[in-house]
């Protein structure tokens, strides 16, 4: 146990390090902890059970583990037993969430979110003992007719899915374009992203608008300094009278006179934008993006690298000519070497794992 702890902390650096390192280099807002929230958010297994098409993510590999079960030659594994406790206490099945809902296991926000990765568990050692199970001729012809079965669940489980995702409910409300301008425009206790009606059916037209974006942009994990208001509750950018500067893409300076931008194209490497009006020289600008200590960026105006820092979590520079009308705002992200060394241990410690060579029987011990 001991040195898979160790294995599976170093091979896992390039994924874990960087939430570290960033999370102590920088005072972000974390998401809201809320212990009603916690123990309220499980999933009802009689809802489970009655609507698999609203969860197929969840019923489409439990019913292969299940399948795999029925047909196997051998009981199932401690560790698929173990993945579908780990599963149940992500639902009503217990009450535990109630009681634990004042204990550090809250960090998780959600007690739903242990069902996956109980699933995910359960599934692992579900597919050891199927290669297990490969080696016994007399079951073959069990497999196919497992295989079958699964095919014909999971196409009735995604034809719910379709009908669900396709064809709205008829008691729901068609998101008109009037809404959808009242909910992004007016920012206050009502119209932040959360108040409007959870069964409401969104036509292409308005999905394709950049304002209904505008809804779903949380606050959590981007710098407390880009608030206007930084406290604990969870929230909507678009709600927050700073935070709107990133969701409408303007430029503030010293002042507090705010330049809106055109031509936003944002990449997984790099965000261009273009200025519609002139800000004077000397000024001090604050860009539309948020920026982190301990990462590397490279900023260009029209093609001239800036010397920037960071104010008020954004990107910040400080003009020495005049920024003209139409003029290329372009952000690079680059690789910090940190995040190349903690690639290089990740790489290494994989590499050598599957270096090893384990002899079937104790990998049959083990399952």
């Known amino acids: ?47 489970l059970f009655l609507n698999p098409s609203d969860s197929p993510d969840i019923w489409l590999p439990l ?12 009981k199932p594994s401690l560790g698929v037993i173990l993945g579908l406790i780990v599963m149940l206490l992500g639902t009503n099945f217990t009450p535990w969430a109630y009681y634990l809902r004042n204990s550090p296991v809250t960090f998780i926000q959600f007690a739903t ?28 012809k069990r ?10 669940l999971s196409v009735i489980i995604m034809a719910g899915v379709m009908k669900n995702n396709w064809f709205p409910n008829s008691n729901s409300q068609l998101w008109t374009a009037q809404q959808l301008r009242e909910y992004t425009t007016f920012y206050d206790g009502t119209h932040d992203g959360y108040g409007y009606s959870s069964d409401m059916t969104f036509s292409n037209q308005i999905s394709n608008n950049e304002r209904f974006w505008y809804l779903k942009n949380y606050t959590d994990y981007i710098p407390k300094s880009a608030l206007s208001n930084p406290n604990d509750k969870s929230t909507f950018i678009g709600a927050d009278k700073s935070g709107i500067l990133l969701t409408k893409h303007q430029i503030i300076d010293g002042h507090g006179q705010t330049y809106n931008t055109s031509n936003y194209e944002p990449t997984l490497k790099s965000i261009n934008m273009n200025v519609q009006k002139t800000i ?33 979590g954004k990107i910040a520079l400080k003009l020495q ?8 705002i372009k952000i690079t992200q680059q690789v910090p070497n940190w ?21 079937p029987q104790r990998a049959d011990r083990l399952t």
């Open 113 to 140: 979110r242990f069902i996956k990765p109980g699933i995910a568990l359960a599934l692992m050692f579900t597919l050891l003992d199927l290669k297990a199970n490969q080696k016994i001729h007399e079951i073959t």
């Open 321 to 328: 000519n005049v920024l003209a009308a139409n003029s290329k």
């Open 1 to 47: 146990m001991t040195l898979g702890g160790i294995a599976t902390l170093l091979s896992t650096a390039a994924a874990v390090g960087p939430i570290l390192i960033v999370q102590l280099l920088n005072n972000v807002k974390k998401p809201v902890v809320n212990t009603s929230v916690f123990a309220d958010n499980i999933k009802d297994l009689s809802h």
């Open 280 to 312: 004077p020289s000397n000024s001090i600008i604050e860009l539309p993006i948020v920026s982190y200590k301990g990462l590397r960026l490279n900023t260009t105006i029209d093609g001239k690298e800036q010397k920037t820092f960071i104010k008020h």
């Open 63 to 74: 019913f292969f583990i299940i399948i795999c079960i029925i047909i196997g030659s051998r």
């Open 339 to 359: 995040l190349i060394v903690l690639n290089l241990v990740s790489a290494i410690t994989l590499v050598t794992l599957l270096s090893f060579h384990k002899r």
């Open 143 to 152: 497999f196919h007719s497992g295989l079958v079965t699964y095919g014909l």
